[in-house]
């Protein structure tokens, strides 16, 4: 009865995308593998006998979720987007994807002095209202846009930030090379959260989706640095911890 019920909700999905998931499931376990080619519109056309339109439909999906990718004038292949993040150490985006082989680059969304909310004000440690710099940026791995950073910094201590140029040196490499400001510290939470139409827009994904928030709190030595919160789709990183006695 509990497979009947669960067979009938399976065939409310829409057909393209019970092929989507069915090839990101053939992702998942090896059947094809980062780099490879998947099967041309008419082949998947004859292997599931379906229409050309709902084959199209679904890889637009796969496309839009990172997992395959197209290649003018030579097919579609399945993509080296997944980013794995240690959770060990003190880690920078740009560093650990550079580690990974990926080039990364930034977009600024916003730069500007704003007055502390309660919020920030508590994890900063300073006075509710207190002017802070703040920066929303783009985070980007092989031109893909994987995450929306946004950083609070006492504007006090750090209104140089207004002036960089981040396009040509991540945030924190800066701070750490120019102003002998390095990051050695940070407390983090993790939670899932529905990505507001913002976000969305970013990280050019549909409404309602949910994904990943992290909230930072960033110290250099005992002194709070900044406080910051990065939204990511769910299906773009891959944490790890070790864990040991």
């Excluded at 509990?2 to 999905?13: M, R, S, Y």
């Excluded at 041309?40 to 839009?64: F, G, K, P, Q």
């Excluded at 995450?147 to 750090?158: G, I």
Aim: glycine share 4%; net charge positive; aromatic share 10%.
């Amino acid at each position: 009865m509990e497979a009947d019920k669960l067979q009938e909700t399976f065939n409310k999905v829409p057909l393209y995308c019970q092929l989507a998931s069915k090839i990101a499931e053939q992702i998942e376990n090896g059947t094809y593998q980062e780099g490879d080619r998947i099967p041309s519109e008419r082949e998947l056309c004859n292997i599931y006998h379906v229409s050309r339109m709902t084959v199209r439909l679904a890889i637009d999906e796969l496309v839009r979720k990172g997992k395959i990718e197209k290649s003018q004038g030579k097919g579609t292949y399945v993509s080296n987007k997944s980013i794995v993040q240690s959770l060990n150490n003190v880690y920078s985006f740009s560093k650990e994807m550079e580690k990974q082989g990926k080039i990364s680059s930034t977009q600024i969304i916003k730069r500007e002095i704003v007055p502390a909310d309660y919020k920030v004000a508590k994890h900063l440690g300073i006075e509710e209202g207190e002017q802070v710099v703040f920066l929303e940026r783009l985070r980007l791995a092989e031109n893909v846009a994987v995450m929306v950073e946004k950083a609070w910094f006492p504007y006090h201590s750090f209104a140089f930030l207004l002036n960089i140029d981040f396009t040509k040196k991540g945030l924190y490499k800066t701070l750490e090379e120019e102003y002998n400001v390095k990051i050695n510290r940070a407390i983090e939470t993790f939670k899932a959260t529905e990505l507001n139409s913002h976000e969305c827009n970013l990280l050019h994904c549909r409404k309602n989706q949910y994904g990943l928030l992290v909230k930072r709190t960033s110290y250099c030595n005992d002194k709070t640095i900044c406080y910051s919160t990065i939204v990511s789709k769910g299906d773009i990183f891959e944490f790890t911890v070790q864990l040991g006695q």
